[in-house]
């Protein structure tokens, strides 16, 4: 099952900071689709709830050092 979310990313400000979210969240099993654009602060993913949840998600993109909320 394939689910759908928008995540706003917070403390990114520059292509190199969301190219370091895309590259952390591509090689996590279950997502599926990452884009992430640092000038409105968005993530876009499509990704399996069987395998990965939000949390886990969120978790990830906080170990790199910016934080994520809906």
């Given at each position: 099952?394939?689910?759908?979310?928008?995540?706003?990313?917070?403390?990114?400000?520059?292509?190199?900071?969301?190219?370091?979210?895309?590259?952390v969240?591509?090689?996590?099993?279950?997502?599926?689709?990452?884009?992430?654009?640092?000038?409105?602060?968005?993530?876009?993913?499509?990704?399996?709830?069987?395998?990965?949840?939000?949390?886990?998600?969120?978790?990830?993109?906080?170990?790199?050092?910016?934080?994520?909320?809906?």
């Amino acid at each position: 099952m394939s689910d759908k979310i928008r995540l706003k990313v917070h403390g990114m400000n520059c292509m190199d900071c969301a190219a370091a979210v895309e590259v952390v969240l591509k090689e996590k099993k279950g997502i599926s689709k990452v884009r992430v654009d640092y000038k409105t602060h968005r993530a876009d993913l499509e990704y399996d709830s069987g395998i990965i949840d939000l949390k886990e998600i969120i978790g990830e993109i906080r170990k790199i050092g910016f934080d994520a909320s809906q």
